[in-house]
């Protein structure tokens, strides 16, 4: 008897993925099957209510908390808890940068670099009688001077690298000195500026003061290493000229504590807390 063949199963058809998530019928949950919400009506009440909480807070935060606002500022906060909230969940934010009080002045540090031959060039990086008012364009220069304003360690690591590149733009041969200069002017009320038809920002009225003054051959990181040089294209220098910056890092940290147990163990010297007894004897035993 002859048996006939099984037919092959059509093979399955498989959707691809992109029209499985666009085109098919929503899943329904089979511990809600009928239900249009994936969360119980009371998870969706205590979500839609800690949304409003953060949100009427959020936006009473922002407001501004001086002047005729600052007793509805303080008092809702303090009523609903507003400040503990946002310190617990690390979302408090200062605006102290948008003070109420302006700078009363304009402050310029002019960077002046000493040559070999003793003249001194303006390095250019000031934004005096380059920007107008009102601007299009913000100049960072701006934010670096007023960075930099009187901070001595700051203006150290700026002129150590106006000094590098002053030697890369002058074919290797190293500056004298870097000076800053602030150069400032004071912005006068707005009844002055209507009682003299206006005001020139850049005027002969502004003010000097000098400030740091960094030599190039003895500062740090302020000579150009001669990897760089070489890079450039310019000839080599001595490397004991050459000033750099002790950079430790843990590892080194971790090797110089291991170099000195080791010579304190050869000097017998006992670590810090050590109160083990030397071999020598007891030390709390009677002398006889």
Same mark, same amino acid.
């Given at each position: 008897?002859?048996?006939?063949?099984?037919?092959?199963?059509?093979?399955?058809?498989?959707?691809? =993925?992109? %029209?499985?998530?666009?085109? %098919?019928?929503?899943?329904?949950?089979?511990?809600?099957?009928?239900?249009?919400?994936?969360?119980?009506?009371?998870?969706?009440?205590?979500?839609?209510?800690?949304? %409003?909480?953060?949100?009427?807070? =959020?936006?009473?935060?922002?407001?501004?908390?001086?002047?005729?606002?600052?007793?509805?500022?303080?008092?809702?906060?303090?009523?609903?808890?507003?400040?503990? @909230?946002?310190?617990?969940?690390?979302?408090?934010?200062?605006?102290?940068?948008?003070?109420?009080?302006?700078?009363?002045?304009?402050?310029?540090?002019?960077? @002046?670099?000493?040559?070999?031959?003793?003249?001194?060039?303006? @390095?250019?990086?000031?934004? +005096?009688?380059?920007?107008?008012?009102?601007?299009?364009?913000?100049?960072?220069?701006?934010?670096?001077?007023?960075?930099?304003?009187?901070?001595?360690?700051?203006?150290?690591?700026? &002129?150590?690298?106006?000094?590098?590149?002053?030697?890369?733009?002058?074919?290797?041969?190293? %500056?004298?000195?870097?000076?800053?200069?602030?150069?400032?002017?004071?912005?006068?009320?707005?009844?002055?500026?209507?009682?003299?038809g206006g005001w020139d920002p850049w005027g002969d009225h502004?003010?000097?003061?000098?400030?740091?003054?960094?030599?190039?051959?003895?500062?740090?990181d302020a000579q150009l290493p001669n990897d760089l040089r070489?890079?450039?294209?310019?000839?080599?220098?001595?490397?004991?000229?050459?000033?750099?910056?002790?950079?430790?890092? +843990?590892?080194?940290?971790?090797?110089?504590?291991?170099?000195?147990?080791?010579?304190?163990?050869?000097?017998?010297?006992?670590?810090? &807390?050590?109160?083990?007894?030397?071999?020598?004897?007891?030390?709390?035993?009677?002398? @006889?």
């Amino acid at each position: 008897m002859a048996h006939s063949r099984p037919m092959p199963a059509e093979p399955q058809r498989i959707d691809p =993925l992109h %029209a499985t998530l666009l085109h %098919a019928d929503p899943a329904t949950s089979d511990a809600r099957p009928t239900s249009r919400w994936s969360y119980p009506q009371w998870g969706v009440f205590v979500v839609s209510l800690f949304i %409003a909480y953060h949100t009427a807070l =959020l936006l009473v935060w922002n407001l501004p908390s001086k002047g005729l606002n600052r007793d509805y500022h303080k008092s809702v906060l303090d009523t609903f808890k507003g400040v503990d @909230y946002f310190n617990g969940t690390r979302n408090s934010q200062s605006w102290a940068m948008f003070a109420p009080n302006p700078n009363r002045s304009n402050t310029f540090i002019m960077v @002046y670099v000493e040559d070999q031959n003793g003249e001194t060039w303006n @390095y250019g990086q000031d934004i +005096w009688g380059d920007s107008r008012y009102p601007y299009v364009f913000y100049d960072r220069r701006g934010k670096i001077n007023r960075r930099i304003d009187g901070k001595k360690h700051y203006q150290r690591i700026y &002129g150590a690298w106006v000094c590098r590149e002053w030697e890369r733009q002058n074919g290797g041969e190293a %500056a004298k000195s870097v000076t800053f200069i602030k150069r400032y002017t004071m912005v006068p009320k707005p009844k002055q500026v209507i009682a003299n038809g206006g005001w020139d920002p850049w005027g002969d009225h502004f003010k000097q003061k000098e400030q740091e003054t960094i030599t190039c051959k003895t500062t740090l990181d302020a000579q150009l290493p001669n990897d760089l040089r070489v890079r450039y294209g310019l000839p080599e220098v001595d490397e004991s000229l050459i000033r750099r910056t002790e950079n430790r890092t +843990w590892v080194d940290t971790r090797e110089a504590e291991r170099k000195k147990a080791e010579r304190d163990a050869k000097l017998g010297i006992k670590p810090a &807390g050590d109160d083990t007894p030397s071999q020598g004897g007891n030390e709390d035993q009677d002398d @006889y």
